[in-house]
């Protein structure tokens, strides 16, 4: 299974996956949810893998606001090495 065709597939369908979220805390579950109804053939570690792909590229292309961002794609970063 070709995951970075799964993960490009989400990042492209965000805008209707996380219609009102614009946090990356509140969209990890909503992407693990399309995942597993969309591809639920995927191991629990492809799920993963997919979920984080989809993240990091809306993040990249500022999906998420900067103000939400400076509390980090995972919610573990230090805000103020992120706004550094």
């Given at each position: 299974?070709?995951?970075?065709?799964?993960?490009?597939?989400?990042?492209?369908?965000?805008?209707?996956?996380?219609?009102?979220?614009?946090?990356?805390?509140?969209?990890?579950?909503?992407?693990?949810?399309?995942?597993?109804?969309?591809?639920?053939?995927?191991?629990?570690?492809?799920?993963?893998?997919?979920?984080?792909?989809?993240?990091?590229?809306?993040?990249?292309?500022?999906?998420?606001?900067?103000?939400?961002?400076?509390?980090?794609?995972?919610?573990?970063?230090?805000?103020?090495e992120i706004a550094e």
């Amino acid at each position: 299974m070709n995951l970075e065709r799964i993960i490009n597939e989400a990042a492209d369908e965000a805008d209707e996956v996380l219609a009102g979220i614009r946090v990356p805390k509140e969209a990890r579950p909503a992407i693990q949810e399309w995942i597993a109804a969309r591809h639920p053939e995927l191991s629990p570690p492809a799920q993963a893998k997919v979920s984080t792909g989809v993240l990091t590229i809306l993040q990249n292309e500022g999906f998420f606001s900067v103000t939400e961002r400076r509390t980090g794609l995972f919610g573990g970063e230090d805000a103020n090495e992120i706004a550094e």
